[in-house]
């Protein structure tokens, strides 16, 4: 967009589909170690995605009920390169919250305790546990509040 515009191209890309690619006045991303907003002109760089919602600001409606010009995403993971003007988002998996099957994430979820009682010595096997536990939590996080 022209510089005057104060607007962010904003693209959020899977493996299977675009799911969003507008202009918008910000972004707010799920890191790995909490959540980062980013504005038109924001320094350049690179993270990896955490579990949770993907928030465009001032975009396009999407009729999901949410503010005017706002629309929200879950991620499971992936990565985001930012540059002054733009967001790109790589996501590995991302759905509208409409589209999260709520009783499928708790059987995840379950499924991420029964990993985490069996782990036993394993760090390896804690920490799959606890991903699997933080990308159901944030599912249905975002399939069930009111935004």
Same mark, same amino acid.
């Given at each position: ?45 690179? /993270? #990896? ?13 999407? +009729?999901?009920?949410?503010?005017? @010009? $706002? ?26 919250? /409409? #589209? ?13 305790? +029964?990993?985490?009682?069996?782990? @036993? $010595? ?26």
């Amino acid at each position: 967009m022209a510089d005057e515009t104060n607007q962010l191209r904003v693209r959020l890309v899977t493996p299977e589909r675009t799911l969003f690619e507008h202009a918008a006045t910000a972004v707010e991303l799920p890191s790995k170690t909490g959540y980062f907003e980013v504005l038109y002109g924001h320094a350049p760089l690179m /993270a #990896e995605l955490g579990a949770g919602d993907v928030i465009v600001h001032g975009g396009p409606n999407d +009729q999901s009920g949410l503010a005017d @010009g $706002e629309s929200r995403y879950n991620v499971s993971w992936g990565f985001v390169e930012v540059l002054g003007d733009r967001v790109t988002i790589l996501a590995s998996d991302a759905l509208k919250p /409409a #589209e999260i099957d709520v009783k499928r994430a708790e059987e995840q979820r379950d499924r991420g305790q +029964q990993m985490w009682k069996e782990a @036993g $010595e394993s760090e390896h096997a804690y920490t799959e546990a606890l991903r699997v536990i933080s990308e159901a939590e944030a599912k249905i996080s975002s399939a069930t509040e009111k935004h």
